[in-house]
């Protein structure tokens, strides 16, 4: 049976807290919760998924290199806080040469003016916002696809 095609999803800083952390904006799906309904999408779409969280960004840009070695078909990125302000991973998503999907769960733009600003958005294939933990699914589905 041939190995199914590879998802990377990584989640930046402060996801860890997600379920408990300003559930009025963020909701009160836990990052669990999230990875339990995608590995489920997953299985019924016949690929595989690799769901990791770090609150340190060496960590993200290594795991993008990771995915980048490990022949991934996609890789769905929530940066977390490092959207607005990480210049090296930016970097390390342009150079993957890895179709990424930036995932957010608010939307951005009707947010702080601060967050309006991603250095991510340039860079990936798409970008999904605004739709909760939903948003997740939506790139799953479009990752599928690609």
């Known amino acids: 049976m041939p190995t199914p095609p590879l998802i990377f999803v990584l989640n ?14 963020y909701g009160s799906a836990t990052l669990d919760d999230i990875a339990a309904s995608l590995s489920a ?18 960590h993200l840009i290594d795991w993008l290199h ?3 070695e490990q022949g991934a078909k996609a890789v769905i990125i929530n940066p977390g806080g490092y959207t607005h302000t990480s210049v090296a ?3 390390a998503v342009a150079a993957i040469a890895v179709p990424v999907i930036e995932v ?14 991603s250095l991510i958005t340039g860079v990936a294939t798409g ?5 909760g933990a939903h948003s997740y699914m939506l ?3 479009a ?4």
């Open 12 to 25: 930046g800083p402060n996801l860890n807290l997600l379920g408990t952390r300003e559930p009025a904006i």
């Open 104 to 117: 957010h769960l608010s939307n951005p733009q009707a947010r702080e003016s601060f967050r309006r600003r």
């Open 41 to 58: 999408r997953a299985e019924a779409l016949g690929l595989a998924l690799d769901i990791r969280q770090s609150n340190h960004e060496g």
């Open 143 to 146: 990752a599928a696809r690609l």
């Open 66 to 68: 990771e995915a980048r």
């Open 139 to 141: 790139a799953l589905d």
């Open 127 to 131: 970008s999904i916002s605004g739709f």
């Open 89 to 91: 991973l930016r970097d």
